[in-house]
């Protein structure tokens, strides 16, 4: 049997996307429960991949989705604080 074009990547790409959702939350979160989570898009990383915010088991996290595959990335974790604010005076 031929493998076709892009089968070796879509396979890659689900994995990565298990061993984040591993690493990051601890838990196991499957494409699934992405695709039929409550979604925001929150900005636009190139023509084909979106960050959403996803909420599932009463957790919310953002998800890198590959709308060419139809299928979540990676999980990214939770943005450090804001460094580049004004730092407030201390008397």
């Known amino acids: 049997?031929?493998?076709t074009r892009g089968q070796k990547k879509d396979r890659s790409v689900g994995i990565h996307f298990?061993?984040?959702c591993s690493d990051r939350l601890g838990i196991y979160v499957s494409a699934a429960e992405v695709q039929a989570g409550r979604t925001q898009a929150l900005e636009r990383?190139?023509?084909t991949r979106t960050?959403?915010?996803v909420t599932l088991r009463?957790?919310?996290i953002r998800v890198v989705y590959?709308?060419?595959r139809k299928a979540p990335v990676t999980v990214l974790p939770e943005p450090?604080?804001?460094l580049t604010s004004p730092k407030e005076s201390r008397p």
Do not use: G, L, Y
């Open 1 to 3: 049997m031929k493998r």
């Open 18 to 20: 298990r061993r984040r």
């Open 45 to 47: 990383q190139s023509n």
């Open 51 to 53: 960050v959403h915010r």
């Open 58 to 60: 009463d957790q919310t």
């Open 66 to 68: 590959d709308r060419a």
């Open 80 to 82: 450090f604080p804001d």
